[in-house]
């Protein structure tokens, strides 16, 4: 698994208050506690490009986090201009997050992808809004596989997002997702499959054991990156328990040694 | 899901103790606490055969078991007096825990569930050991369904257990299961599928992790029933997850009515 530590992001409001306040000790702390607890990747978020500072933001955080650790970012940004300055300043091999399929995003985004040697977030949103079958994401991701590999990817620089809906508001919302990865993984084996899973959980109380049971099953189906907070109870417990059960841990060997 | 509270089994050190001192008491509050923690059915196994006095113990167990609740209780023996000790004393419609296709049971487990108005556990084990694939669980499942409805059963009277091995020893037997309960399901949409899921995490450290990623896993492909201790951490959380991810609780309304 390919783990995406997601906790520094503006959207958030300790990350929005360091940011306001330039607090690169709380930055510091939230990289360092999701390399300590598995992370592969820190997301990097500077904020709504409405703000109008997000590519300022995108350059001091970039600046604070690779300061305190080795591992690479995964910049994350619709905007162009804080994409592209994340990319050009990341030391290690970074992740673009994200692109997707709306028409005033397309172009742009397959252009920024295919400037820098980086992986790339493909996010199924299309100008049809979320897709929410299988056939639907099928079809999207035909398209930016087309897209990324034009621009010069390799299928497993691409990792899909075949977005999250709340099965709160739709009961079948969560099979239409993992039946969705199953048929993915299939048509592309090398490809990487991932998600901002926990919007799956929106509106329902004690949502961690709905993100627990959508990870498992995800997992199983054929996910094999996450975008998740490392540091919540149970999730890189469960993330190893499982791979294992999905048959992708011979012996058992990552969970053994991980757990103990 | 139908939920089959396991504490009671004389495998168990406490059972096994209470049992030898006649412990009452403590026999009622293992019962309750699996009420209380959600459990449809009361597992109640009063040892090995071989003892000498199984017979005599599930009398005692089922005596203190129906005296302190309405639950109804799982008999759990593969000894065909206590089986039937347990299946006629019993003030509700009772499970019969279990029977299996090894040549030296079949015969009389088939006549013990067909004498009764009772619901049965089929175990997958044969005379050729624990099936291991999806194929030979799925004859396996075909030989049972015919020799329990030929002895009076309806199918969904059914519970086949479909043998679960630990991933430790072979990284494939936890997709194998998933891929056989998916294959169960859809041959025979009315029958219901459980197992000793634990059995999968054998030899590995913090075991209820890989046991709640199996049991996710699980129930997505179709497993309505559990055979589990309702009062483990988490265990109950994560079936009605998983119920909520599968896509059978609308609108989540039974995960929010549990988790409230």
Redesign the interface.
Known sequence: MIIIGEKINATRKAIAAALEARDAEHIVRTAREQAEAGADYVDVNGGDARSGREVENMAWLMDVVQATTDLPVAVDSADPAAARLGLKTAKRKPILNSISLESDRLAEGLAVAGEFDCMVVGLLMSDAGTPCGVDDRMANTRTLVEGLTGAGKKVDEIIIDPCFLP??AD?????AI?DAIAAIRREWPEIHIAGGLSN?SYG???RR??N???L??C??AGMDTAIVNPCAE?TM??I???E?????????MN??TK??
Chains 1, 2 share one sequence.
């Open positions: 099965v709160s009961a079948a919302s969560g099979r993992v799956i329902l109380p004690q054991w709905v627990l049971a959508a498992a099953a997992i199983f149970g417990s469960m190893h328990a499982a294992a059960v999905a048959g992708r841990d011979e012996f058992c969970y053994v757990m103990r």
